[in-house]
């Protein structure tokens, strides 16, 4: 069982090539660097995976993780273009109880402002029972575009990333109150659901 006080972060990049050791995955560690940036409070820890482009597996995986592990949030990585081998939104529509449309249609936006080929990416986010799973892509570079959105010179957001949004709907499903490092992603949350300990 997970401390009540602390966040659980599922990590699962899903590479045939990395799975199999063709490659050094680099989803995983990119992910685990951008937290330890990103979270002040609470204490985090992850529950990582390796695994290939099978749905059946993605599927389970994302099951264990969530009802097994006790993830609060659960991050992909790869298998999200239009690729045969790529099933990732298939897997996590098919595991999900809600679908979250906004995370997706924000990435794309974000990844449109770099380049054109964003239009071909795919993800999604979707709740399981108290669980958010988003999709991300498979390219460091981009996962940390996605998660944190576009800044000025002087750090104003001029595309908001996904992560902004990400402890509000936390709170909102049962899970522990996220706060971040404002210089590198700052959350949001209406006046009404700020702790007063919080940020204000």
Not at 70 to 90: F, I, K, N, S, Y
Not at 130 to 144: D, F, R, T, V, Y
Request: aromatic letters at 4%.
């Amino acid at each position: 069982m997970s401390n009540p006080a602390e966040l659980v972060i599922g990590l699962v990049s899903i590479s045939d090539r990395a799975s199999a050791g063709v490659y050094k995955d680099e989803g995983i560690p990119a992910l685990e660097d951008w937290f330890r940036q990103a979270i002040s409070d609470p204490p985090w820890r992850t529950v990582t995976r390796l695994i290939p482009d099978e749905r059946p597996l993605i599927e389970a995986t994302l099951r264990e993780l969530v009802d097994r592990e006790g993830c609060h949030l659960v991050l992909t990585t790869g298998g999200t273009g239009p690729a045969l081998r790529d099933v990732t939104p298939e897997a996590t529509l098919a595991v999900g109880d809600k679908e979250m449309p906004g995370f997706g249609e924000q990435m794309r936006q974000v990844s449109l402002k770099f380049v054109p080929t964003a239009i071909l990416s795919r993800q999604v986010a979707v709740i399981r029972k108290q669980s958010l799973i988003i999709n991300l892509p498979g390219q460091p570079k981009a996962i940390k575009e996605t998660l944190e959105g576009l800044k000025d010179d002087s750090g104003k957001p001029l595309v908001h990333g996904i992560f902004a949004a990400v402890p509000y709907c936390i709170d909102l499903i049962g899970g522990p109150y996220i706060e971040t490092n404002d210089a590198v992603c700052k959350a949001f949350r209406p006046k009404s659901a700020l702790k007063k300990i919080g940020k204000q």
